[in-house]
């Protein structure tokens, strides 16, 4: 379609048919509550059948492609979604997804330290980035492996060590209360937490 408004038109038409769907099918509501759509991407972690039942749900012209292989895991967005059973109890764990990865060049993802670009965009990147792996990871390693890969990239982008730690501390005090799941979120651990980061960044393989 390619217009201004094709987003909206393409999202309005998959509501419809999920509406129509729905309404005419109310036993199934409760078995489809665990599923979600961003435009033409589908994450659904509540019934065992559907991509059979999205046949029924959305034009034959429309066919789904499934991406992942495991049924307990999946890439949706930019987050890995890893369903984990413990102790006969299924559990959650998420984390941050790069889709870049798999790309077969090196993409350009932050901005360079000679760019003629305000310092203060690359200051911003840094910041948005480090939160947004803490919002997505559940798990206080998962956050820091993405964090680790962040202060990597802009390492290798020419940023210094002492640029990278005020903005990476700056997210991590400003934001403190998206890292409370993760425990301990004291400004002495928080500390140490970006002390670690971009300790282990400076490892083309760092973890901790």
Do not use: W
């Not at 005419?24 to 509501?29: E, I, K, N, S």
């Amino acid at each position: 379609m390619g217009g201004n408004a094709s987003p909206e038109l393409a999202d309005l038409t998959l509501s419809v048919m999920e509406y129509r769907y729905l309404i005419a099918h109310p036993d199934l509501q409760t078995k489809l509550c665990g599923t979600m759509r961003y435009m033409d991407d589908l994450c659904c972690i509540s019934s065992e059948n559907f991509m059979e039942i999205s046949k029924e749900i959305y034009d034959a012209s429309l066919p789904l492609n499934r991406t992942n292989t495991p049924d307990n895991q999946a890439d949706y967005l930019d987050i890995n979604i890893n369903i984990i059973n413990k102790n006969g109890k299924n559990h959650v764990d998420s984390a941050v997804y790069d889709k870049k990865i798999v790309f077969p060049f090196k993409p350009i993802r932050y901005v360079h330290s000679e760019s003629n670009m305000s310092r203060k965009v690359a200051a911003n990147n840094i910041c948005g980035q480090i939160i947004r792996a803490a919002r997505i990871a559940n798990r206080l390693s998962s956050f820091t492996s993405a964090s680790i890969n962040i202060s990597r990239a802009l390492r290798q982008n020419g940023h210094s060590v002492p640029f990278i730690t005020k903005h990476v501390l700056r997210a991590l005090h400003k934001h403190h209360e998206c890292f409370r799941k993760y425990g301990n979120h004291s400004k002495s651990h928080l500390m140490f937490l970006c002390t670690e980061i971009i300790k282990n960044s400076a490892s083309p393989s760092g973890t901790f």
